[in-house]
C-alpha cells in the first residue's frame, strides 16, 4: 500500500489546468459558430475557424491560467496521453470526411441504400450519439469528468430535434450555449479559487 | 543508508528519510515525483505552503541535493523552476519502498 497517492497527486496537477473552463467555452463557442453556419449555409468557413481558435486558445491560458497557476512540464506519461487525445481528435477530422464521402457515394449513386435512408430520418438520434460517444471518450482521455456530463445533455438536445421538429442548428445553439455558460462558470470558480499572484519579486518582499 | 532494507524487514527510525519525512518536504518530493519540472508558483498552489515555507524547505532539499533550482527571468519577472535531481528521484523512491513495507508487513491493531 502506497502512503501517498501519487496518482491521485498527478491527476490533480494535470486537471488543475482545465479547472478553468476555458476550454469549455472555446468548444461551446465552436458550436454555436456551427450552428451559425448551418443556418447560414456557409459550414465551409468551419476550418478558419479552427485556425484563429488554436493561438487563441493558447494566448488565453498563458494570459488566465498561467499566472494564477503557475508553469509545469508533465512526465511523459502524462504527455503521452495529451498526444492519444490529440491523436484522437486526429482521427475524428479523418473519420468524419470519409463519413462525408461514403453519404456522399450513397447520395449520388443510383440508389440510396437501405442504412442511408434509415440514418436521413433519425439523423437526429444518429447525430447526438455519435457526438456523445466522442464527448465520453474525450473525457476518459484526458481525466475531465465534467464533459460525461456534457454528453448527457447532447443526448437529450440533439435527438428532441424529432420531437419538437425545430431545425438542427437551433439545437446546436442550444448544445453550444450550455457549454460555453458552463465554461464561464468554471472560469469565475477558477479566478475566485487561485486569485492573481504577484511575481516572486513581490510575494518574497524584495 | 535510508530505505535500504532486506525484504520482511520492517524499517527502523534510523532508515527512514527524514529530510522527506517532513510533511511539507514529503508533498514537495511527491509533486515533483509526478512531473518533469514545476515552478515555484505551481508547487505552491498544489501543496498549500505559504512563499516562506516553500522557499525554507527547497533551500533543505536543495542543500541535500535532492531537488535543482533554476532561476530565470520570463518576461521581467523572475521564475524560480525546481525538478528532482537523480539522487533525489532514487532517494524518493528508496523512502517509497520503505514505507510501503512498513505498512504492508506491520500487523494490524
Not at chain 1, 498527478?10 to 448551418?38: C, K, P, W
Not at chain 1, 498526444?83 to 453519404?103: D, E, P, Q, R, Y
Not at chain 2, 510533511?23 to 498549500?48: C, K, N, W
Amino acid at each position: 500500500m502506497d502512503p501517498i497517492d501519487l496518482k491521485e497527486i498527478e491527476r490533480r496537477a494535470y486537471t488543475s489546468y482545465h479547472e478553468d473552463g476555458i476550454l469549455d467555452i472555446f468548444i461551446g463557442i465552436g458550436v454555436l459558430i456551427a450552428a451559425g453556419y448551418m443556418m447560414t449555409d456557409l459550414f465551409w468557413m468551419a476550418g478558419t475557424s479552427v485556425a484563429i481558435f488554436t493561438p487563441l486558445y493558447i494566448q488565453v491560458k498563458r494570459s488566465i491560467t498561467f499566472p494564477r497557476l503557475g508553469q509545469v512540464t508533465f512526465s511523459r506519461k502524462r504527455t503521452g496521453r495529451s498526444k492519444k487525445t490529440m491523436l484522437f481528435i486526429l482521427l475524428l477530422n479523418v473519420a468524419g470526411l470519409l463519413l462525408g464521402v461514403v453519404f456522399f457515394s450513397a447520395v449520388t449513386g443510383p440508389s440510396n441504400p437501405a442504412w442511408y435512408d434509415l440514418v436521413v430520418r433519425w439523423y437526429g438520434v444518429v447525430l447526438g450519439v455519435v457526438i456523445a460517444g466522442l464527448e465520453v471518450v474525450f473525457a476518459h482521455l484526458s481525466d475531465l469528468e465534467r464533459f460525461n456530463w456534457y454528453a448527457a445533455v447532447t443526448l437529450v438536445v440533439i435527438p428532441s430535434v424529432h420531437l419538437l421538429g425545430t431545425p438542427l442548428f437551433a439545437h446546436l445553439a442550444v448544445l453550444g450555449a450550455v457549454v460555453t455558460v458552463a465554461g464561464l462558470y468554471q472560469l469565475q470558480r477558477f479566478r475566485l479559487k487561485y486569485p492573481l499572484v504577484a511575481g516572486e519579486a513581490e510575494v518574497a518582499g524584495d | 543508508m535510508p530505505g535500504i532494507e532486506a525484504p520482511g524487514e520492517l524499517p527502523t527510525a534510523g532508515s527512514i528519510d527524514k529530510l522527506i519525512h517532513e510533511p511539507a518536504r514529503l508533498l514537495i518530493m511527491a509533486h515533483l515525483y509526478v512531473v518533469e519540472s514545476a515552478d515555484f508558483l505551481f508547487l505552491m498552489r498544489q501543496t498549500g505552503l505559504t512563499f516562506g515555507n516553500l522557499s525554507s524547505h527547497m533551500s533543505k532539499l536543495e542543500d541535500a541535493g535532492y531537488i535543482e533550482v533554476e532561476k530565470e527571468f520570463v518576461g521581467k519577472k523572475p521564475n524560480t523552476r525546481l525538478s528532482l535531481t537523480r539522487e533525489g528521484l532514487r532517494a524518493f523512491e528508496d523512502y517509497r519502498r520503505s514505507m510501503q513495507q512498513l505498512f504492508a508487513e506491520a500487523p494490524d491493531g
